[in-house]
């Protein structure tokens, strides 16, 4: 993760655009942990608030229009031919595709908090054709949230922000799985049992 640092403490804005873009996208950029160390630069005076944030908000909604245009136009065959290149697997992929289909357009909102499945909502909610005006107010305005929330945890944090943005990513690992776990278990195994006729 220092290369990313480096960059950031480097080239500012830009290298903060172009990192958040591509995290959103699908390659291995500690998203969270840059937006908590873009914070700490803040609380230092080293990056302008207002300007971070409208950074961190076009590199977010750029990396997460990109994921779905890549849906729209190329459909799932994508994921399954360069799903490698991003650490996708067709178990990530059927577990994002059934959440999609449960949590609907909230998927897109809560996604970014999700481990390994932000941009794989947005490829999907691609796939399903859904409307770009939908698209836009749910998965914009959870990138809203989520940059904001981070940088405001690495302001106040201040010097203390590696070791907090190293449990923030430990624990939103966990929160994920458990998350993940729970939709399964509920598509599985609860939700066949309330379709009306059906035999319990």
Same mark, same amino acid.
């Given at each position: 993760?220092? *290369?990313?640092?480096?960059?950031?403490?480097?080239?500012?804005? !830009?290298?903060?655009?172009?990192?958040?873009?591509?995290? +959103?996208?699908?390659?291995?950029?500690?998203?969270?942990?840059?937006?908590?160390?873009?914070?700490?630069?803040?609380?230092?005076?080293?990056?302008?608030? @207002? %300007?971070?944030?409208?950074?961190?908000?076009?590199?977010? %909604?750029?990396?997460?229009?990109?994921?779905? %245009?890549? !849906?729209?136009?190329?459909?799932?065959?994508?994921?399954?031919?360069?799903?490698? *290149?991003?650490?996708?697997?067709?178990?990530?992929?059927?577990?994002?595709?059934?959440?999609?289909?449960?949590? !609907?357009?909230?998927?897109?909102?809560?996604?970014?908090?999700? @481990?390994?499945?932000?941009?794989?909502?947005?490829? &999907?909610?691609?796939?399903?054709?859904?409307?770009?005006?939908?698209? $836009?107010?749910?998965?914009?305005?959870?990138?809203?949230? =989520?940059?904001?929330?981070?940088?405001?945890?690495?302001?106040?944090?201040?010097?203390? =922000?590696?070791? +907090? @943005?190293?449990?923030?990513?430990?624990?939103?690992?966990?929160?994920? &799985?458990?998350?993940? @776990?729970?939709?399964?278990?509920?598509? $599985?195994?609860?939700?066949?049992?309330?379709?009306? !006729?059906?035999?319990?």
């Amino acid at each position: 993760m220092e *290369f990313v640092f480096q960059w950031v403490s480097t080239y500012g804005y !830009g290298a903060l655009f172009v990192l958040l873009m591509l995290g +959103i996208v699908g390659l291995p950029i500690p998203d969270e942990t840059l937006l908590v160390f873009c914070g700490y630069l803040i609380s230092r005076g080293t990056l302008n608030p @207002a %300007w971070t944030l409208i950074t961190a908000l076009l590199g977010s %909604w750029c990396g997460i229009s990109l994921s779905y %245009w890549i !849906g729209l136009t190329l459909g799932l065959g994508v994921v399954h031919r360069f799903g490698r *290149f991003l650490h996708v697997d067709q178990k990530r992929l059927d577990r994002v595709h059934r959440w999609f289909e449960h949590s !609907g357009h909230w998927a897109l909102f809560g996604g970014y908090y999700i @481990a390994g499945v932000r941009h794989l909502t947005a490829i &999907i909610a691609g796939a399903s054709k859904l409307g770009f005006g939908t698209f $836009i107010l749910f998965a914009w305005s959870g990138g809203v949230c =989520w940059a904001a929330a981070f940088l405001t945890l690495g302001y106040f944090i201040g010097e203390d =922000w590696r070791r +907090i @943005a190293d449990l923030v990513h430990r624990d939103l690992l966990y929160g994920s &799985i458990v998350m993940i @776990a729970v939709v399964l278990l509920y598509l $599985i195994v609860l939700r066949p049992r309330a379709v009306p !006729g059906k035999p319990r």
